[in-house]
């Protein structure tokens, strides 16, 4: 074979996802052959080393307007932070704003996120939907944005969709071949405990919890899966963090096996798979203030279950980073920032999970970083997988090192780590974004504005209807 572009040597390649021993050799951006003995101009030796697909992280918050404040990283600082952990695609949200189209506000979100390193892709997010604003579904779909958040919550910051407009989001989201990812969470359940512990004095950070048990969770996932059956729409559940709620996406999927059309997707987070909320009660206790809380160690563990039964489809950070001085700024939970930073750790994480703890299997990590987000967001088979054809995003991991997580060391614009002090083995050595080195031994060699959209296909099934409309 002619000598090609770029080619990862001697490598244990996740080919299609599987582990095996192969090269990967790449052109014009894309992997062009997987195999034996392929040579190139510009080789990278990965001895000992596993090649992986580049990380999906399906949620990231760059730039997040939140109580006033901006979430620390914004797509240029946030997307290196990235690279640096191994994710070669994140998908971040549009901010509604009142007034402004689903359409205008995917564009100027797209504006702020062309400086990006690595590539992205952006969820919709939908708040004060009315009935004749329904359209504007269409025109996101034709912008590449198929993927549209609602919150069944936070109806006190007006960002709440109820039942009904929800329903009917759903049912038009289902003609279009579009998906629909909620924030669930029983908005009545929550302003009503979180009142109650308010009027007790009850306002420390270790109250949070309490005011938003696991019920709400459970209540809303029920409840938001039941629609999306009806609607006939693909659902994604983001950051799942409990048993119950485990316990209701069975009860749904078992129903749903009844020749239902919609299919559920499940999203959960690291930071609800290693740390519970116990994390309240240290020194920096604010410093983990997040929605949905940080529940208990059984809830860790049903998470885990969830994982190992293959319940769970993705996991992805919700990435939101602020630092110290900024989650303390009050002593009261209620007025604090919510969101923790995680993109850079995502993958050293649970890659500490595979070869440290032996919690999961190496494919299984394929599936939960790269190919479960791919496929969750209509990116598959351009992104998230090695196979002739795909982008050639790779990172590539050397399951040997061993590494304590410190703050210090990472890029994400924080001053804090939930996970300082966490000891991982293996570590991403290189990432490549469709062909370019951006990150090598420690050293950030990409460039601003290297990152592309990536504009999200339609739920199987609808491609005919996409064509009508
Ligand atoms: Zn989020």
């Known amino acids: 074979m002619a000598e090609l572009q770029l080619v990862v040597r001697n490598g244990t390649a996740f080919c299609h996802g599987r582990a095996q021993r192969a090269d990967v050799a790449v052109e014009d951006g894309r992997i062009v052959a997987l195999g034996d003995r392929l040579r190139g101009k510009r080789e990278v030796d ?35 932070a990235a690279a640096f952990g191994g994710v070669t695609c ?14 205008a506000s995917i564009e100027s979100r797209r504006e702020q996120a ?21 359209d504007e579904f269409a025109d996101a779909c034709r912008l590449g944005v198929r993927s549209f958040k609602f919150y069944t919550t936070y109806s006190d910051s007006g960002r709440m ?10 049912r038009r989201l289902a003609l279009l071949g579009g998906r629909a990812v909620v924030h669930a969470e029983n908005d009545a359940i929550v302003l009503s405990m979180t009142k109650e512990l308010l009027s007790k004095g009850r306002t420390s950070i270790t109250d949070l919890p309490d005011a938003r048990p696991s019920v709400c969770e459970a209540e809303a996932v029920s409840r938001v899966c039941l629609l999306a059956r009806h609607a006939g729409v693909e659902l994604r559940i983001a950051h799942l963090t409990s048993g119950d709620g485990l316990a209701e996406i069975a009860a749904a999927r078992r129903r749903s096996n009844a020749g239902a059309p919609s299919r559920v997707w499940v999203e959960t987070c690291p930071q609800y798979l290693l740390l519970d909320e116990t ?191």
């Not at 596993?50 to 760059?62: L, N, Y």
């Open 161 to 170: 969709t109820d039942d009904g407009m929800l329903f009917r989001c759903f």
């Open 279 to 469: 994390s309240y009660e240290q020194a920096c206790g604010r410093c983990f203030a997040a929605t949905p809380p940080l529940r208990t160690s059984e809830d860790r563990l049903a998470l885990w279950n969830g994982i190992a039964e293959g319940m769970i489809d993705l996991v992805a950070t919700d990435h939101c980073p602020f630092t110290r001085a900024e989650k303390t700024m009050s002593e009261r939970f209620v007025d604090l920032p919510y969101g923790i930073p995680g993109v850079e750790t995502l993958l050293p994480l649970l890659l500490g999970e595979v070869l440290g703890s032996g919690r999961i299997g190496s494919e299984r990590l394929v599936e939960l970083l790269c190919e479960g987000p791919a496929r969750a967001l209509g990116l598959w088979p351009r992104k998230g997988v090695l196979a002739v054809g795909a982008d050639a995003d790779i990172v590539i991991v050397d399951p040997r090192e061993r590494r304590s997580i410190r703050t210090d060391d990472l890029h994400m614009a924080t001053d804090f780590s939930p996970y300082e002090g966490h000891e991982v083995v293996g570590w991403p050595r290189v990432t490549i974004v469709r062909g370019k080195i951006v990150v090598e031994e420690g050293r950030f060699v990409g460039e601003t504005g290297w990152g592309r959209f990536v504009p999200q296909q339609p739920t199987a099934g609808s491609r005919e209807l996409e064509r009508a409309i």
């Open 90 to 103: 994140i998908v971040d949200f549009s901010v509604a704003e009142p007034g402004m189209s689903l359409a």
């Open 46 to 80: 990965a001895t000992g080393c596993w090649v992986m697909p580049g990380i999906v992280d399906a949620h990231t918050h760059m730039a997040l307007p939140v109580c006033g404040l901006r979430s620390g990283d914004d797509f240029d600082s946030g997307t290196r």
């Open 114 to 134: 062309a400086v990006s390193v690595v590539d992205y892709s952006l969820h919709s997010e939908v708040v004060g939907m009315t009935p004749s604003r329904l």
